[in-house]
């Protein structure tokens, strides 16, 4: 299928090159669920590459509530289980107890990988303490930049595609 136009911005989805223009439009126009849920706190997109893309607030801890309220913005996001990108402020932290919680599949069911991007060095330090105590049930991996974890959540979906 030639792209639409003059198309500069191209994705390459299950090995063929398309517009993302073209691609985003088509599919949003065919949407019957919402792509974005927000309050406060935080952020949760279904993105047109197929992972969720949540976004902390800045100071905040992250509670067990605030877990299952994104739980259920997932669920309203269409329940799919999708790798989970969160992108989180310097200052936005996890409680062990938290940690604990969603380590567990059961805790984050829509949740089939975990790429998160960190930004200061408590949360670096946060992160090796989660992977090396806590023990997460699904792929789990911190990133500096968001680039570099889009790539991985990319190389996870064509593992389970």
């Given amino acids: 299928m030639p792209l639409p136009g003059k198309c500069r911005d191209v994705v390459l989805l ?48 992250i509670t067990i509530d605030d877990v299952k309220h994104i739980v259920e913005a997932q669920k309203e996001l269409g329940a799919q289980r999708l790798p989970t990108l969160v992108a989180t402020m310097s200052n936005a932290i996890l409680s062990a107890e938290t940690m604990s919680y969603i380590s567990k599949n059961v805790n984050f069911p829509y949740s089939m990988a975990g790429a998160y991007v960190v930004s200061s060095s408590s949360q670096k330090m946060l992160s090796n303490f989660y992977l090396k105590l806590k023990n997460p049930e699904r792929p789990t991996k911190f990133f500096n930049s968001k680039e570099e974890a889009v790539k991985w959540i990319m190389e996870i979906k064509a593992k389970h595609a």
């Fill in 14 to 61: 299950n090995n063929c090159s398309i517009c993302y223009f073209y691609l985003t439009s088509h599919l949003n126009s065919r949407r019957a669920v919402p792509d974005t849920i927000e309050n406060s706190r935080f952020k949760i997109t279904l993105n047109i590459l197929g992972y969720y893309e949540l976004s902390v607030a800045d100071n905040i801890e």
